[in-house]
Nanobody, 126 residues
Framework: QVQLVESGGGLVQAGGSLRLSCAASGRTFGNYGMGWFRQAPGKEREFVAAIGWSSGNTDYSNSVKGRFTISRDNAKNTAYLQINWLSPEDTAVYYC???????????????????WGQGTQVTVSS
């Protein structure tokens, strides 16, 4: 029912910023919980951030709190991840995920998501 396409990744110097976008196709975007995950080479996919129905309902991993901001624009069917103060440890493929919710709660477990994008590469040089 929904397709997700990430964009905005690239090569950036340490200390720089990026804004990732997740464009979704589907008529029920406003009812989807959205999340961002990342996977570095040789590492397990890890949770980064999630957002419920409203911008005030969010969750972040401890490693990105204060640096990353998740948001959404339902009129554009798009979710965003603003990444600030990048370090080489942030290098990974970043994935967008979506799941219909009936409560508007955030979803932080990868296994709870039903739709995934193809990912966008973020590379941070020192």
């Amino acid at each position: 029912q929904v397709q997700l396409v990430e964009s905005g990744g690239g090569l950036v110097q340490a200390g720089g910023s990026l804004r990732l976008s997740c464009a979704a196709s589907g008529r029920t975007f406003g009812n989807y919980g959205m999340g961002w995950f990342r996977q570095a080479p040789g590492k397990e996919r890890e949770f980064v951030a999630a957002i419920g129905w409203s911008s005030g309902n969010t969750d972040y991993s401890n490693s990105v709190k204060g640096r990353f901001t998740i948001s959404r624009d339902n009129a554009k069917n798009t979710a965003y991840l603003q990444i600030n103060w990048l370090s080489p440890e942030d290098t990974a493929v970043y994935y967008c995920a979506a799941k219909v919710t009936v409560t508007g709660a955030v979803i932080s477990r990868a296994s709870d998501y039903s739709h995934w994008g193809q990912g966008t590469q973020v590379t941070v040089s020192s």
